[in-house]
């Protein structure tokens, strides 16, 4: 069994014991449980209150009374908070996973020990790299499942393959979403000697990503960007956005990440009329750009982890 | 050397080893510029309003027809606070957590506690000393984050802020320190329950993402008038007094939602700083008086809550026995 | 393997610098095979920081080691293959299992039949019927015993012990001597051990080796210093004279 190997295993091993993964299993779970409820509720309601609005407005006499703007809309639209809690809960446990991974063996002692075996420090990122990605496919793959069984044992939730491709290109982003973060937070725990400076760094860069870019390029307020229907919404118009969103909107992940999510989970009409690939074309560049984000986190992790050397402040903060 | 003078020098300390504390540093740092580019974004969001406004305008006459009906859009100063508001409530939520951990996680993991509490200092009095310094330090931070405010408003807005409207500045800046303080306990009493200092990290954040982010967000998404862009009401073209009628029928839904989003702090702080500043329009121009009459539930929900989680910490630090060194 | 393979440890003029400190003053060393070689110096004499870059850890500034014929800088996997690490104060995972700790390292170690040799080096050091209790259950004594089994279960030529007894009571300092003498005695093991203990360095070294602000000041076989301090009445005041 190769090294690489040898301690991707060890890494979910440990994420096991540690009943982290367990813990980040079930806090997924319950996100997309609790996405789908509040979308059922909200939409049971909202349209139950149309309905009431029409027979009021109808009691006025008025006239062309606009369709539900709800019945259009997919059974798969109930999954939309899923993209909000990803984007915040999800992204930060990603940092702390990636965070944990490299500052555990290093406060434990056990990095010189690793070190000095006839293993490359590159052999041990890439091992631990596999690992935390075996954990976090695990994780969304799980999710997944949940997410389509609980919506066929719920009768009036029904999915058609269509909404089920839409649902697993999702979380397949949405892996790649997490797996930025993860590394981001392993980037730090190498680059960082102090330990709590090492989760800050991230944390700081992950407000950064999932507020003030987004509120840059969208000109919305922090509040408004968790909002499922208003977080995709056009920019104001106006020279200000236009070089905001010229400039800024390429490496504005998070702002991908959830305009992406959104047209796939069918949060517009527009969206809904729209094939898969239609949306998988339309969003190719968002993709690069996530993969091209990952990419950059690992070279730079694969850069620091050549020359790290064991120092005194490793063993005791 | 008096009980006042120890609990003042533990203070002092604590203020001046936050000011040289290089995480607290950046996110001081971090929120200033995120507060600045709140304002600098939204006066550009209403400049486009204004652009959009008079094109349809210019438009309307052209075509001959009647602009009556058409309102030019407001110009309130202090409305361009909404996201300011909005990343006091977010981020500087974080630096009060921040400041939490560091003031428990210096004497813990250094060992000094021992040697502070085998002087003639009692454990209260200790605490009493780090509540005061940190309390001080969000005064002194949040002036800075008011003062500025003011001063970005009057350039950007370009108008001078009358002495009521600086007043009402002064007043949501003394329940912002009120609100972060909330934050600063939990993060305190978490690093002094919990063995692992970073898992007290950790459970602060997560209790921050949940009842700053996910609760409001849950109560925002299960809004009815906020699954349509642009609300469900204004696609109706239903008036205000009508739509009020109507969610009559759904007053379960309604409670049921609006409990939810009583148990968010984070909530209570917004509906009382929007309301004080005039940024919801149902409470602009409205007088003080009126203001806290109708939002008396939220300043007792975020003051209770701060004296509430004050005393709890101080109450743990001096039961529990604390691992000396972090293992 | 050079024909002066009696060196096992062997530096040039290596020395390490941080931000114009240095911390490692060109230090010659010369450690013969078999030997039981204690390091010994004041808080921050640079001994810690010879061990790290012995072991690879760390790059020195300049200067030249081999470890069994191996440059430490230009063979530094073939070096990592005869040596075994034990830290000061390691704490392993806490979550697993002595015998899946050892079982990991092993494995990276290229340990071919990982289970037996778990057993084997449990048995050599006489700390069996523990493989199945998780490391956080454990003592510091039994810890440090769980540490020098990682260090030796791939059968390591030289091992690298830093402050082993730092921490130990009387009985875990004694099982402690014990195992390093064995090892010396059954598997003709080198062993570079940094302690600050002088009774354990009278007891269980063969040579000594003195470091005082990054130079070594001092090597003697621990027979010869005996001697030539015969003066003095114990090893800490020959110690002392040393330094002096």
Redesign the interface.
């Known amino acids: 069994?190769s090294?690489i190997t040898?301690?991707a295993i060890?890494e979910v091993?440990?994420l096991f014991?540690?009943r982290v993964f367990f813990l980040l299993l079930g806090i997924f779970i319950v996100m997309t449980l609790?996405s789908l409820s509040?979308g059922l509720?909200?939409?049971t309601?909202?349209t139950?209150?149309?309905n009431?609005?029409?027979e009021?407005?109808q009691k006025s006499g008025a006239n062309n009374?606009?369709s539900n703007?709800?019945s259009a809309l997919p059974a798969l639209t109930n999954f939309r908070?899923v993209i909000?809690?990803i984007f915040?809960?999800g992204s930060?446990l990603a940092i702390?996973m990636g965070h944990?991974s490299f500052?555990r063996e290093r406060?434990?002692?056990?990095l010189?020990?690793?070190?000095?075996?006839?293993?490359?420090p590159k052999t041990l990122f890439l091992g631990k790299m596999f690992g935390i990605c075996l954990a976090l496919l695990s994780i969304i793959g799980v999710t997944f499942a949940v997410s389509v069984v609980s919506s066929l044992l719920l009768p009036f939730q029904h999915l058609v393959l269509d909404d089920i491709l839409r649902l697993f290109i999702f979380y397949a982003l949405s892996f790649f979403y997490l797996l930025f973060f993860a590394v981001l937070g392993l980037l730090f725990a190498i680059k960082t000697r102090s330990?709590?400076?090492a989760?800050?760094?991230p944390?700081?860069i992950w407000?950064g990503i999932s507020?003030?870019l987004p509120?840059?390029v969208s000109?919305q307020?922090?509040?408004a960007l968790?909002?499922?229907?208003?977080m995709s919404?056009i920019a104001?118009?106006?020279t200000?956005?236009a070089l905001m969103q010229q400039y800024l909107g390429p490496i504005s992940i998070g702002w991908h990440y959830t305009s992406f999510s959104s047209q796939l989970l069918g949060n517009?009409l527009q969206a809904v009329q729209t094939n898969i690939g239609g949306i998988l074309w339309e969003n190719i560049n968002k993709t690069a750009t996530l993969l091209f984000a990952v990419v950059i986190c690992l070279g730079l992790c694969f850069y620091l982890i050549r020359s790290y050397?064991?120092?005194?402040g490793d063993?005791y903060? | 050397m008096s009980n006042i003078a120890k609990i003042w020098a533990v203070a002092t300390k604590e203020y001046t080893d936050a000011l040289k504390n290089k995480v607290f540093l950046v996110f001081l740092f971090f929120l200033l510029f995120l507060i600045s580019v709140s304002i600098v974004v939204a006066s550009f969001d209403f400049e486009s309003k204004v652009a959009v406004y008079q094109n349809a305008l210019i438009k309307l006459k052209q075509s001959g027809q009647v602009v009556e009906n058409l309102s030019e859009p407001q110009f309130f100063p202090l409305q361009l606070l909404r996201g300011a508001i909005e990343y006091l409530e977010i981020i500087g939520a974080i630096l009060a957590i921040v400041l939490g951990y560091l003031s428990i996680a210096r004497e813990k993991g250094n060992n000094t506690l021992q040697l502070i509490l085998t002087r003639p200092i009692s454990r209260l009095s200790f605490y009493i000393g780090k509540f005061l310094g940190n309390a001080l330090l969000l005064i002194s931070v949040s002036g800075i984050v008011f003062v500025g405010i003011t001063f970005v408003v009057e350039v950007i807005g370009k108008t001078i802020l009358t002495g009521p409207q600086l007043f009402r500045i002064l007043l949501t800046g003394g329940f912002t320190i009120i609100y972060l303080l909330i934050f600063f306990s939990i993060s305190a009493l978490l690093s002094i329950l919990m063995k692992s200092l970073p898992n007290a990290l950790i459970v602060s954040f997560v209790i921050w993402i949940l009842f700053v982010l996910i609760i409001p967000q849950i109560g925002d998404t299960m809004d009815p008038d906020n699954q349509v862009p642009g609300g469900l009401f204004n696609s109706l073209h239903i008036e205000k007094a009508n739509q009020l009628l109507i969610l009559e029928k759904f007053s379960r839904y309604e409670k049921t939602r609006d409990s939810l989003e009583q148990t968010s702090l984070a909530k209570h702080y917004e509906r009382l700083a929007f309301a004080l500043l005039g940024i919801k329009d149902t409470y602009n121009g409205k007088s003080l008086g009126f203001i806290f009459h109708d939002k008396i539930g939220d300043v007792w929900w975020i003051s209770l809550a701060s004296i509430f989680f004050g005393i709890a910490g101080g109450a743990v630090f001096v039961k529990k026995q604390m691992l000396w060194k972090e293992e | 393997m050079e024909e002066n393979s009696k060196i096992i440890i062997e530096t040039q003029s290596l020395t390490k610098k941080y931000d114009g400190a240095i911390a490692l003053d060109n230090l010659d060393l010369q450690v013969k095979q078999g030997e039981i070689f204690g390091f010994l110096g004041h808080n921050g004499a640079g001994k810690t920081t010879t061990v790290n870059i012995l072991t690879t850890l760390l790059a020195p500034t300049s200067g030249s080691a081999t470890i069994c014929g191996f440059d430490i800088m230009r063979e530094n996997m073939q070096v990592k293959k005869c040596i075994g690490y034990l830290p000061e104060n390691v704490k392993f995972y806490d979550n697993l299992t002595a015998f899946e700790n050892l079982e990991y390292f092993a494995k990276l170690s290229g340990v071919q039949n990982p289970k037996e040799k778990i057993s084997e080096v449990l048995e050599f050091i006489e700390f069996t019927g523990i493989e199945n209790k998780k490391l956080g259950e454990f003592s510091k004594g039994m810890r440090q015993r769980i540490g020098i089994a990682q260090a030796i279960i791939h059968e390591p030529k030289v091992l690298f012990l830093d402050e082993p007894t730092s921490g130990l009571d009387p009985m875990g300092i004694k099982k402690l001597r014990e195992v390093i003498l064995k090892l010396k005695h059954e598997k003709q093991m080198t062993i570079f051990m940094n302690t600050h203990l002088l009774s354990e360095v009278a007891k269980v070294c063969t040579t000594i080796g003195v470091l005082n602000h990054g130079k070594l000041i001092y090597k003697e076989t621990l027979e010869n210093m005996l001697k030539r301090f015969s003066d003095e009445n114990s090893l800490e005041d020959i110690y002392f004279a040393i330094g002096e």
């Open positions: 069994m090294s040898t301690i060890q091993k440990v014991r540690e609790v509040i509720i909200a939409t309601t909202t139950s209150i149309y009431a609005s029409v009021f407005l009374i606009p703007p709800l908070n909000v809690y915040l809960i930060l702390v944990r500052i406060k434990s002692g056990v010189s020990l690793l070190l000095t075996r006839p293993i490359s330990e709590s400076l989760l800050f760094i944390v700081c407000v507020f003030v509120g840059l000109g307020t922090p509040t968790l909002n499922p229907v208003t919404q104001p118009a106006g200000f956005f517009s050397t064991v120092g005194e063993i903060e």
